[in-house]
């Protein structure tokens, strides 16, 4: 049995002389692997024995030292990424990263803090990351807001702040049914599948959740999502909170969101903005007439980790008005009771009071220090850039004749396809997925793939600040010579 007087191995290094040689070279080998990131393949699979090895090894009861396990990290572990911060990776919507930012995380760690609350400089800092977000997005001075995990958390949290408002009842106190109405959502077809689960966690239930018809151009039909408002009140709902997209997943469209705060305010429901990439648009002022209404929204939520370059994770959720995350999320312990003095002494904000989370990361400080080192005039312009580069790859699939546009591109989403002379829609389905699977694992790009109108298409999502126009040529280039090889297999 061991007693507190007996000897134990320190967790920290007992020589830091040779830590800090290791760990120099830790910084070292990883500023080489951003650097030289354009000489590796955009994506490569795993080998049977990596998998192996990461997934079957014994318990290590017995440790094998710093250098040992750096060593293993080297060998099974960085070769083996996604690849999103390569300049090819167009897959689903993830961003690149910065070093800046990667440092910044490097930092966090060693501070270590606890950002629920206390008196303490990080709380701080948060607080003016959201402030700056609210600036950019067009929100009030005082606006509420928090940090979180990613866009679904922040979702999920601004649907549980407008369940709260608007079901008019204190549903924190009561929960759901009784004598109440049942609550209902509005959102489009092409709403992420946030909103589902969100609706499902909440106890809303997934038929509160009322999927309206979208336009040619992928965006909400705001008259159809009248007309069911108007059917629910008839059937004795509660119209709770009309959502709106800043960027669909698919596509990128951008709902009328002037248009649904019109609706939100005449039906005196909460009007939320899914901006989980496209919000961050507002940055390039060549961008913001698309995102005309944004500024309205009781809440919206958006990530840093997309648009934002910033490394995983960090998103934000923001609220016209404070108090409503306070109303939603506060709660009271006699162990967390502020004082007007000492390390309990607040700074002004709780933000254990503002979101689910006691215990919270210090992802402020990435934000802090990138938005700091570079400004957010050049981040607007990178991602002016990426739409740009989105027009460029539409130009470039419409100039080949064996390709195919499957959708209009409004931000930086391009949908297109191998067209294949002479086969049927299941045909081509099929040549294209293996297309975009030899795109894959050989290495030359990683974009995702999805169905448009029940058709399969290559999904380009430009959220890279590192891709040049050669490397868009270049994916043509491949898609039509992997289109041409596949067809003739």
């Not at 965006?219 to 800043?246: F, H, Q």
């Not at 991602?383 to 931000?411: D, F, S």
């Not at 294949?420 to 081509?428: I, K, L, T």
Request: glycine fraction near 8%.
């Amino acid at each position: 049995m061991t007693t507190p007087s007996d000897p134990l191995p320190p967790l920290d290094p007992s020589d830091w002389e040779a830590y800090r040689a290791l760990a120099h070279r830790m910084l070292d080998d990883s500023l080489d692997y951003l650097r030289d990131v354009r000489t590796r393949p955009a994506w490569r699979p795993m080998p049977a024995e990596v998998r192996h090895a990461l997934t079957d090894e014994p318990l290590p009861r017995t440790g094998v030292g710093d250098a040992q396990a750096y060593d293993d990290f080297v060998r099974l572990v960085r070769p083996f990424p996604n690849g999103n911060i390569h300049p090819r990776f167009w897959g689903w919507v993830m961003g690149t990263g910065t070093p800046q930012a990667a440092m910044a995380d490097f930092l966090s760690s060693v501070m270590n803090p606890n950002v629920g609350g206390l008196e303490q400089s990080p709380v701080l800092v948060e607080r003016q990351v959201v402030r700056w977000c609210a600036q950019l997005m067009g929100f009030p001075e005082g606006s509420g807001g928090i940090l979180l995990s990613g866009g679904t958390m922040a979702n999920v949290m601004g649907l549980a702040v407008a369940r709260q408002e608007r079901a008019g009842y204190d549903v924190r106190a009561e929960g759901h049914g009784g004598a109440h109405p049942r609550l209902v959502v509005y959102a489009s077809t092409e709403v992420h599948g946030w909103l589902k689960k969100a609706c499902e966690l909440l106890g809303l239930g997934n038929t509160a959740f009322r999927r309206v018809p979208v336009r040619d151009d992928f965006s909400v039909d705001p008259a159809a999502m009248a007309a069911m408002i108007a059917e629910d009140r008839a059937a004795g709902l509660r119209p709770c909170c009309i959502i709106g997209t800043a960027g669909t997943v698919q596509t990128g469209a951008t709902d009328d969101l002037d248009a649904l705060a019109d609706l939100a305010t005449r039906e005196g429901c909460w009007f939320h903005v899914d901006g989980a990439f496209g919000a961050m648009a507002a940055l390039a002022p060549s961008l913001q007439p698309q995102l005309r209404g944004m500024g309205r929204a009781d809440s919206l939520a958006f990530d840093l980790h997309k648009w934002g370059y910033l490394p995983f994770d960090i998103a934000v959720l923001l609220t016209r008005e404070d108090a409503a995350l306070v109303r939603t999320f506060s709660m009271q312990a006699a162990y967390l009771a502020s004082e007007t003095r000492g390390l309990m002494a607040q700074t002004g904000i709780f933000f254990a009071d503002r979101g689910i989370e006691l215990t919270r990361s210090f992802k402020a400080l990435k934000a802090w220090m990138q938005f700091r080192a570079v400004g957010t005039d050049l981040l607007g312009a990178h991602i002016a850039r990426n739409v740009a580069q989105a027009r460029h790859l539409e130009a470039l699939v419409r100039a080949e004749p064996t390709l195919e546009l499957l959708a209009p591109v409004p931000l930086n989403i391009v949908n297109f396809r191998y067209a294949a002379a002479g086969r049927d829609d299941a045909a081509r389905d099929a040549l294209n997925r293996a297309i975009l699977i030899e795109l894959q694992e050989r290495g030359i790009a990683a974009p995702s793939g999805t169905t448009i109108r029940g058709r399969f298409a290559i999904r380009v999502a430009i959220t890279n600040h590192r891709s040049g126009d050669d490397d868009f040529a270049a994916l043509v280039a491949a898609v039509v010579r992997l289109g041409r090889e596949l067809s003739t297999d």
